[in-house]
């Protein structure tokens, strides 16, 4: 995705050889024409499945999958919490994702009203770096006996075992701008 690339090269921030910081425009402050056109991408990539609901983890994730969505006929965006509260249901999906950013782990969870085994997933996150999330949420759809469609990935670290992952386990991982290489301050990309 041209549109996607050219805002990396020119807005994103690298530290070091593994990170890269795009808060000005994907998943700090937005950039909505962006996400329209990240989620006409995601449409088009997924079109030929029968979606019935969108799973992400919130924060960064729930703006990219609520845009998406409007593509598939603003089918339910369910996302996974990090954090209890007296609110959320008691009755829960959970599984452990470790963070690459925050280098810890942490607990998800999902309402099982709101996956059920006749879903058919398509997971929206804004980064793939070690896998972890998409496992993670994969594993809450597999609690479910619900179906994972594939995994719809704003920037992809493909120079991270993450991808390589997710692919060998027959995942359809879908990645709008998948990184080779950052050497130098200099961002390459894979296609």
Known sequence: MNLLKQKILKDGCVFGDDIIKVDSFLNH????TLYN???????????QYDITKILTIEASGIGLAAITAQYFNNI??????KTESLNLDSDIYSSEVFSFT???????????????????LLIIDDFLANGKAIL???????QANATLVGA???????????????????IQVESLASIK???????????
Do not use: C, H
């Open 37 to 47: 056109e990240i989620g006409k991408a995601f449409k088009e990539r997924f079109s």
């Open 102 to 120: 925050k280098n810890k782990s942490y607990k998800i969870m999902v309402s099982k009203k709101y996956i059920n085994p006749n879903d058919k």
């Open 136 to 142: 993670g949420m994969k594993e809450i759809i597999d």
């Open 181 to 191: 290489s950052i050497k130098d301050g200099i961002i390459t990309f894979n296609n």
């Open 152 to 170: 719809g990935i704003v920037i992809e670290k493909g120079f991270q075992e993450g991808g390589s992952i997710l692919r060998s386990m027959g």
């Open 76 to 81: 339910p965006v369910v996302f996974a919490k």
């Open 29 to 32: 402050q937005i950039d909505v």
